[in-house]
């Protein structure tokens, strides 16, 4: 088994989704290692998202990952970042497929609902961002 770093995103906790994508990642076989409730500054989403500092949409995946409170945590599972994407499907709403997590409760693709690790560096970097290790089961 290895892990995977998820965040709900604020426009999902806004819509009144946690529940539900919680349900969605436990159904799809995934362990809660870690889990918060809690909101990011300008200053901490900016350092959370370095890795995107160039892109052209930098400035306002800040500011949205910053605008109302997230749901961050670590997740167990055998293959865990590659199932946990596939688990919530394209970063595009509206080229994910059905039954996804972006595709039921997402609208854009700024506001996409949930992140999920993209490669199992990044998730031990990312969790390790918001857990100290006697956080995580
Ligand atoms: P995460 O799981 O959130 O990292 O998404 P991803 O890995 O599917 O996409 P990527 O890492 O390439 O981009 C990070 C986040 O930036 C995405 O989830 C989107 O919220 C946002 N993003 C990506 N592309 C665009 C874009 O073209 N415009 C805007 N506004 N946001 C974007
Ligand atoms: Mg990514």
Do not use: W
């Amino acid at each position: 088994t290895n892990r995977t770093f998820t965040m709900i995103k604020p426009d999902a906790v806004g819509n009144g989704h946690i529940g539900a994508i919680l349900n969605d990642i436990i159904q799809g076989g995934f362990k809660i290692i870690a889990m918060k409730y809690t909101s990011l500054s300008d200053e901490i989403a900016g350092q959370f998202y370095t890795v995107h500092k160039e892109r052209p949409f930098y400035g306002e995946l800040v500011s949205f990952m910053s605008s109302g409170p997230i749901v961050a945590a670590i997740l167990e599972k055998e293959n865990a970042v590659e199932d946990f994407r596939k688990l919530i499907g394209a970063t595009d709403p509206s080229k994910a497929e059905a039954g996804t997590i972006r595709n039921k409760y997402a609208k854009s693709i700024d506001a996409n609902a949930i992140h999920g690790s993209d490669s199992d560096e990044n998730a031990e970097i990312e969790g390790s961002f918001f857990f100290s290790a006697f956080e995580r089961f």
